[in-house]
């Protein structure tokens, strides 16, 4: 009895952490579709050109908005300029 009743604790651990990290990925998969890499101009650089000057560049273009943005972890962060509007 007291192999199962592990088992059922085991099984519901397992559960609970899928579900948790499943939710982590949908959100921060949400985070990434709400902005657009169309429109990708300059390098950001720490100290020179940052998200401020990006915006406004965006803007003067213009664009909706514009920040410093990665597609993935490896690339260089670039001012990605956007024309659409977000719903949350």
Same mark, same amino acid.
């Given at each position: ?11 519901? +651990?397992?559960? #609970? ?6 939710h982590?990925v #949908? @959100?921060?998969?949400?985070? +990434?579709?709400?902005? @657009? ?34 597609? @993935? ?13 977000? @719903?949350?």
């Amino acid at each position: 009895m007291g192999i199962t009743k592990a088992l059922v604790i085991f099984f519901h +651990i397992v559960i #609970l952490a899928v579900s948790l990290s499943n939710h982590v990925v #949908l @959100t921060s998969g949400a985070e +990434i579709e709400k902005f @657009t890499y169309d429109h990708c101009y300059h390098l950001c650089v720490q100290g020179e050109y940052g998200s401020r000057e990006c915006f406004v560049d965006c803007t003067e273009k213009g664009f909706y908005k514009g920040d410093c943005v990665s597609r @993935t972890p490896t690339d260089p962060i670039r001012c990605c300029c956007n024309d659409h509007y977000t @719903t949350n």
